[in-house]
């Protein structure tokens, strides 16, 4: 690994702690707080998004693994003569 591309995944990360302790800092400023309901909402979409995003996955690889993302083209096409001449 090169030094520039570790200088800009720890920089990354370090960007994306700095991001996560502000949030966390603004979320508690809230004096209100979070219901049972709001805490069950939040996780149930994040739990949500997560399967979808998983599904959308498993489905991308299962099709690529089948054969279904294959483009059918005439000129491939050797056991059959068919003129596709117009």
Do not use: C
């Given at each position: 690994?090169?030094?520039?591309l570790f200088f800009w995944v720890v920089a990354s990360f ?30 149930l979409g994040g739990v949500l998004t ?37």
């Amino acid at each position: 690994m090169s030094r520039k591309l570790f200088f800009w995944v720890v920089a990354s990360f370090l960007f994306l702690g700095a991001m996560l302790w502000g949030i966390s800092r603004l979320w508690e400023s809230n004096a209100d707080g979070l219901s049972g309901h709001g805490w069950f909402a939040y996780v149930l979409g994040g739990v949500l998004t997560l399967a979808l995003s998983m599904g959308l996955f498993l489905l991308t690889f299962h099709s690529a693994r089948h054969g279904y993302d294959e483009i059918d083209r005439p000129e491939d096409r050797t056991d059959q003569n068919i003129d596709y001449r117009q």
